[in-house]
C-alpha cells in the first residue's frame, strides 16, 4: 500500500489498481512528472476505453450462455 503522503506512489498505486501495465504506468508517470495532464488525461481515457470493451466482450460471453441455456431447456421441454 502506498503511503498516503507520497503524491507519486499513490498515483502510480492507482495506475496499477486501474489495471495499467509497466508500459503504460511509466509513461502516465512521466506525463505526471511532466505536468503534461492533457497526454494523461487521453491515456487514462485510452485505458478506461480499453477496460469497457472488456466488459462488453464479457457481457457479449454471458448473453451467449444465458442464450444456449434457454436454447437447451426449451429443446428439452419439446422432447418431453
Do not use: P
Not at 502516465?28 to 480499453?50: A, H, I, N, V
Not at 472488456?54 to 428439452?76: F, S
Amino acid at each position: 500500500m502506498a503511503n498516503a503522503t507520497d503524491k507519486t506512489a499513490v498515483f502510480e498505486q492507482a495506475l496499477q489498481d486501474a489495471g495499467c501495465g509497466d508500459a503504460l504506468k511509466a509513461r502516465c508517470c512521466e506525463c505526471y512528472e511532466d505536468g503534461d495532464f492533457g497526454t494523461l488525461d487521453r491515456l487514462l481515457q485510452k485505458q478506461k476505453q480499453t477496460l469497457l470493451n472488456k466488459v462488453h466482450e464479457g457481457q457479449k460471453q454471458i448473453d451467449c450462455i444465458d442464450y444456449l441455456a434457454y436454447t437447451l431447456k426449451k429443446d428439452r421441454q419439446l422432447l418431453k
